[in-house]
């Protein structure tokens, strides 16, 4: 368990006037890539705030491509996959039931969020960065600084708060609308017999949209299935239903930890920021709408 009570630079966080170089709003891998990158890149005094302790589940389909470990590397973080076994394949169901598989250039992992992002948020605070549980609710920007709910000011305020951004509300975006938002369930289940591969079945049905079985290496399998929202409400019941037909070794009655999560596409991007204040990851819409990845994006967008 990370400590979010700590002292230090964090000490006179209640007294505005007294302001943080940056301020990080949500803990994820955005959150936690951005408040990595403000330290290297000199910054002093760096606050990660997210309403959460760590570690803690986010409804994800775990997947790490071998593109976001270049990231942490680049951010001076390693062992994020330590313990996971590696995935060299991908299978592709087509929506008309033709299938690929492919050996991958490099090995992607599954890691569930709730250890993969306690590991970065563990990284940025090894790194000097003051973690702090909070929820913020209000934003108030000026020409010099930005103070959230009265009492934490910062000179530059990163919102990497998630696809119901307080920061992004703040700079006038409202949350995407219907076929630029996807909606998808997430739990465990055992993993498919034969060799690791990531698997995805696409489904002609209620198209865009598909299941996923990615096994994690202890026997079990992140699955999952989404599809893009049109304006009418998805119930859980239906997820359930097209995530056991189009993954029939999977029995949605055992599945474990079902959680439904929004996935904000890029098709419909805010402005990345405006004044000191900026935007990152999912906050800023960038899943992306063909794989529903948004880990890489989340990271790379943070450092940036």
């Known amino acids: 368990m990370i400590d979010q009570n700590g ?3 964090g000490e006179d ?3 505005v006037g007294r302001v943080w170089d940056v301020v990080v709003v949500g803990a994820g891998p955005a959150g936690a890539a951005a408040a990595l990158a403000a330290r290297r890149a000199g910054a002093a005094r760096v606050l990660l705030l997210d309403r959460y302790d760590f570690p803690r589940d986010k409804a994800c389909g775990d997947g790490i491509a071998a593109h976001a470990l270049d990231v942490l590397a680049e951010l001076g ?3 994020a996959v330590d313990g996971y076994s ?3 394949a991908l299978r592709l169901v087509a929506p008309g039931g033709g299938t690929v598989a492919r050996t991958l250039p490099r090995p992607a992992y599954t890691v569930p969020r709730k250890v993969f992002d306690a590991r970065l948020v563990e990284a940025a605070v090894g790194a000097g960065v003051e973690l702090r549980r909070h929820t913020v609710r209000a934003v108030e920007v000026s020409a010099d600084r930005v103070v959230l709910d009265g009492d934490v000011a910062g000179r530059a305020v990163v919102g990497a708060d998630g696809a119901g951004s307080v920061l992004r509300r703040a700079l006038g975006h409202p949350v995407n609308p219907d076929r630029h938002l996807a909606l998808a369930i997430r739990g465990y289940a055992p993993a498919p017999p034969g060799p690791p591969e990531q698997l995805i079945v696409t489904s002609a049905a209620r198209w865009p949209a598909y299941a996923w079985a990615f096994p ?3 026997g079990r399998a992140n699955v999952g299935y989404g599809e893009v929202l049109r304006g009418e409400p998805l119930t859980r019941a239906h997820l359930l239903d097209r995530m056991g037909a189009l993954l029939p070794g999977t029995d949605p ?3 474990t930890d079902l959680r439904a999560h929004h996935l904000p596409l890029s ?3 805010p402005a990345p920021g405006r004044g000191r204040v900026l935007l990152a990851g999912d906050a800023l819409s960038l899943i ?7 880990i890489f994006y989340a990271l790379r967008s943070g450092a940036l």
């Open 288 to 294: 992306n709408p063909f794989t529903g990845e948004g």
């Open 86 to 88: 590696p995935l060299p």
């Open 253 to 255: 009655a055992t599945v």
């Open 267 to 269: 098709t419909h991007r």
């Open 77 to 79: 973080v390693t062992g």
């Open 216 to 218: 994690i290496g202890d």
């Open 13 to 15: 966080v209640g007294v």
């Open 7 to 9: 002292g230090g630079a």
